[in-house]
């Protein structure tokens, strides 16, 4: 190629650029604060002159043009914000004590006296060896730019602050479009970046800088700064870095992916020893120790990733944690902000996980419903009536993103699909509850009686939109006794012929709607059907929602909200903010006592026999047809809980028959049968600690507590 057509090529391409540049920088100098032009007149003057030289060898420009650059560079945006550095959230149970950790970008910010000497030495040798005697622009490296810039090749010349002031362009970025400007290899970016650079120097000293840049950059690996690194690759901290060790690091900042000593171990040595190199050449190592350190193998012992909810103590609960701040307006107005405010991090949330909770359910259901080598499942959930505050979230399977491995799951099973969960489980004839709460707010009394056979057709029901429903044919499970019963003697025994009378008589659109009152909505997110079985729970709902709806009772008819959190604290302005609870009077309370006193009869000889927890308490036992899922909800006046039983593989498939549970063998797996002893066992540690507060009287209204069942009734042949 001949020296005019370079010449003709490649000054068609720069006064483009030089057009485009001044444009730019004109636009800059309209919105640029006003600073003190005399404090940084000399190197703007200068850095304008070198900007200029960029362009020179293809413009083939005047005076004129340097004049006018570097007037313009002057007038720039100078005053970059140096915010805190993004670190983790800490998640803390009620007491404060941590249990997990999450960082989108995982870092531990060190002192540079924390680093140990040979990171800021290795960083330096290779990155920007006069680091300590330019003031944010290094001529040298500026004119060697220039010339492969001349070439064709967009070039650098960075200097570590400047390599900084990107890094921090790229921390603070609220957009894809910000980061990819941040990143852009243009000339407009190198001027700002240049600008911002002068001022950083400025305002901050030599190791401030090179503290920050340090703990800012990315090591690859999910690995943000010098001490993450060193515990990522070696498994040790900075401070005890070789300067082999070092050296590789050094040399990851440049291209992460491309020097990754684990993937790339080849690309990762030749790096590391041109590192050494750069340390011999800046007298930072003898050639001797360059030698040596060149001769060692990697020695890579990684440490897997933390950071994460895989790492925490309590993985479930702290994904549920964390999708819950993403739709809290404690963390911002809109999901834009709140997103920004996780990634950056430096936030403590004190949740609402109760230890004791957490390790009784954890402990009943791994007793009853191993993991290993099975595809039975069991989870359960435990919340705090009155304020909604969620417990405690257990489940047998493991946190886990294999789907082929047996026994782990990456879904929370405990709680909605919206919340990370599944699309839930029939839950049975704990919707028998809603049943019996619609009832009585209609006036109906305990001694409500009907003859329930084993068998019955039930017509005439009407769902919420008028229509009338066909004839439903419904029977007594295996566990249920025929024969007349009011609403004790077949809440006792779950009888299935009663309940679908009892449905009919409240009416099927108001036992639905009791329901919805109480909290129940399907795990899916879907609307609830309203069909004639509905009392027999036909709904796919997780146990969260079941133990929250529950919660409604157990607190004389206030539905609240489940929650996760009790405060955020800002770890660098100390300021808190405390998470509501979201509470709501939805039944009246002696409807809600007299549910309460209807369920504790299921402890005396009824289908919950056995199953007490040395308190009062109130519970009834679910059984889905076919026994694809068996439930277990019930609560005291300050904890309520719901455990599931079922078949990760679907419970309609593969039901809760003759199946064998933990080495004991179930010809059917009832409520009270797997379910219930684990939600026994969880509620007598869960409430250890809690005192041993009694329900409301049961209401005079409905007549007497003790009331036995009359025989017939007029709509016995419904």
């Not at 970025?173 to 990819?180: F, G, I, L, P, S």
């Not at 409240?506 to 919805?516: D, I, P, S």
Request: charged share 25%; aromatic share 6%.
């Amino acid at each position: 190629m001949t020296e005019s057509s370079r010449g003709g090529r490649f000054g068609d391409r720069a006064r483009a650029l030089v057009k485009s540049a001044t444009v730019k920088l004109e636009g800059y100098a309209a919105k640029g604060r006003r600073e003190s032009v005399l404090r940084l007149s000399g190197l703007g003057v200068i850095a304008g002159l070198l900007t200029a030289a960029l362009l020179m060898p293809w413009a083939g420009t005047t005076g004129l043009v340097v004049r006018d650059v570097a007037a313009n560079f002057m007038a720039m945006p100078a005053n970059l914000e140096v915010p805190p550095l993004s670190s983790r959230v800490l998640l803390t149970d009620d007491e404060g004590e941590p249990f997990g950790e999450v960082a989108q970008r995982e870092r531990e910010n060190l002192s540079l006296d924390e680093m140990g000497p040979w990171m800021p030495e290795a960083m330096m040798a290779i990155e920007d060896d006069r680091f300590y005697e330019h003031s944010g622009l290094d001529l040298r490296g500026v004119l060697r730019a220039a010339l492969r810039t001349a070439q064709g090749d967009m070039q650098g010349g960075s200097t570590i602050t400047q390599q900084y002031v990107k890094n921090l362009l790229i921390e603070t970025a609220e957009t894809k479009e910000e980061v990819e400007e941040a990143n852009a290899r243009t000339l407009s970016r190198k001027l700002s970046e240049l600008r911002y650079a002068i001022d950083i120097e400025e305002r901050y000293t030599k190791d401030e800088i090179l503290e920050g840049y340090l703990n800012l950059s990315y090591f690859g690996a999910g690995a943000h700064g010098v001490e993450i690194a060193a515990q990522r690759y070696f498994s040790i901290p900075a401070a005890e870095l070789d300067p082999g060790q070092a050296a590789l690091l050094a040399g990851l900042v440049r291209a992460p992916s491309l020097y990754d000593p684990i993937n790339h171990p080849e690309n990762a040595k030749e790096r590391r020893d041109l590192v050494l190199d750069r340390m011999v050449a800046t007298e930072v190592l003898t050639e001797e120790e360059g030698a040596r350190y060149k001769s060692q193998d990697l020695d890579i012992d990684p440490t897997p990733r933390g950071g994460s909810c895989s790492e925490s103590e309590y993985p479930f609960f702290c994904d549920y944690v964390m999708r819950w701040l993403a739709e809290s307006e404690l963390l911002g107005e809109t999901a834009a902000e709140r997103e920004q405010r996780i990634t950056q991090g430096g936030i403590t949330v004190r949740t609402t996980l109760d230890r004791n909770a957490q390790d009784s359910a954890q402990a009943a259901i791994d007793k009853r419903v191993p993991h290993e080598d099975s595809t039975k499942f069991s989870a359960q959930a435990l919340v705090e009536p009155g304020t909604g505050r969620v417990r405690g979230l257990a489940q047998n399977l493991r946190y886990g993103f294999d789907d082929e491995q047996v026994g782990s799951t990456s879904i929370n099973l405990s709680v909605d699909k919206a919340d990370g969960g599944s699309s839930g489980f029939q839950a049975g004839s704990t919707f028998k509850t809603f049943t019996l709460a619609a009832a009585l707010d209609k006036g109906l009394g305990y001694g409500t009686s009907f003859d329930s056979p084993k068998t019955m057709s039930i017509s005439g029901m009407s769902n919420c939109d008028g229509g009338t429903m066909s004839s439903w044919n419904v029977r007594n499970a295996g566990e249920s006794d025929e024969g007349g019963h009011n609403m004790i003697s077949a809440t006792k025994g779950s009888v299935n012929t009663y309940f679908a009378q009892l449905q009919k008589r409240a009416g099927l659109c108001a036992t639905a709607q009791m329901a919805e009152k109480a909290g129940v909505r399907r795990a899916d997110g879907g609307e609830l059907g309203v069909w004639s079985s509905f009392t027999l729970g036909d709904q796919e709902v997780s146990p969260l929602n079941v133990a929250n709806s529950y919660a409604t009772f157990a607190a004389r008819g206030e539905r609240c909200e489940p929650r996760p959190v009790h405060s955020i604290t800002d770890e660098t302005t100390g300021e808190e903010r405390t998470a509501e609870s979201d509470c709501e009077q939805v039944v009246k309370e002696e409807v809600a006592d007299g549910v309460n006193h209807l369920l504790q009869q299921t402890f005396k000889g009824g289908t919950a026999n056995g199953l007490d927890i040395g308190r009062p308490a109130a519970g009834k036992t679910g059984t889905t047809d076919g026994a694809a899922y068996a439930w277990f909800a019930g609560h005291t006046p300050n904890l309520a809980s719901a455990v599931v039983v079922g078949d990760v593989r679907g419970g309609e498939q593969n039901p809760l028959q003759g199946v064998t549970i933990g080495d004991r063998y179930y010809g059917i797996v009832y409520g009270g049968t797997l379910p219930g002893p684990i939600w026994q066992e969880t509620m007598r540690g869960a409430t250890a600690d809690l005192p041993s507060e009694g329900f409301a009287r049961s209401p005079r209204a409905f007549g007497d507590p003790d009331a036995e069942p009359e025989s017939g009734d007029d709509d016995s042949d419904a």
